[in-house]
Each structure stands twice: as structure tokens, then as C-alpha cells.
Nanobody, 121 residues
Framework: QVQLSESGGGLVQAGGSLRLSCAASGRTLSTYAMYWLRQAPGKEREFVAG???????YSPDSTKGRFTISRDNAKNTVYLQMNSLKPEDTAVYYC???????????????WGQGTQVTVSS
């Protein structure tokens, strides 16, 4: 079992930055691909960024160039650095883990509880 706990969310003005953290306990994160997803009120869950076990990353066009996912296996933590934030980035951000790297909005074994990010205009 892996327990994931997100932190770092909050209220920020448009154009600002936040760094989210996802700390894992129970098992080492190095054996998992890790992901960030988000869900805004009334909208479907959206894939934000993913990082494979060997450090390869992927992010969709909506976040590419603004969001960066990284991992520190020694700290058992994954990060999401978010720059140039926009009001449309407002959502609950979730951390997830899975054995195999796959771009999805649901096919992951473990999920955190989420952290709220609110971007004001």
C-alpha cells in the first residue's frame, strides 16, 4: 500500500507560482510512475503531468511550458512546479501513482486526497 499526501495548494494571483508536493509513505516511490491530475467544479478530471520511474516526463499542451513535474526518490516526494498561473488553473490537484506509465484520468493504483489551488484574476 502507498499513502499519498499532497500539500502546497492555496490562493495565488494570476501570473504567480506555486509548488505542490506529494509525499508518499508505505512504499518507496521509485518503483512507481507518478502523476498530477486536477478537477475543477463541474468539469471532468484532467491529466496535468506525469513522470516515469526513470524520470521521463509528459505534460499536455494546456500545461506544457508552465508546469514542471519532478521527483526526489530519496525524499519519497513528487513535486509540481506551477508558473504563470491562470484563473482556469483553479482546481483540486491530485497526486497519483501507478506501476506503468500511462496517460489517463483514472487508471492509477493510488491517489491522494487532493489540494485546492485557486488562482484569482
Amino acid at each position: 500500500q502507498v499513502q499519498l499526501s499532497e500539500s502546497g495548494g492555496g490562493l495565488v494571483q494570476a501570473g504567480g507560482s506555486l509548488r505542490l508536493s506529494c509525499a508518499a509513505s508505505g512504499r518507496t516511490l521509485s518503483t512507481y510512475a507518478m502523476y498530477w491530475l486536477r478537477q475543477a467544479p463541474g468539469k471532468e478530471r484532467e491529466f496535468v503531468a506525469g513522470i516515469s520511474r526513470d524520470g521521463g516526463t509528459y505534460s499536455p499542451d494546456s500545461t506544457k511550458g508552465r508546469f514542471t513535474i519532478s521527483r526526489d526518490n530519496a525524499k519519497n516526494t513528487v513535486y509540481l512546479q506551477m508558473n504563470s498561473l491562470k484563473p482556469e488553473d483553479t482546481a483540486v490537484y491530485y497526486c497519483a501513482a501507478g506501476r506503468n506509465f500511462v496517460v489517463s484520468t483514472a487508471d492509477y493504483e493510488y491517489w491522494g486526497q487532493g489540494t485546492q489551488v485557486t488562482v484569482s484574476s
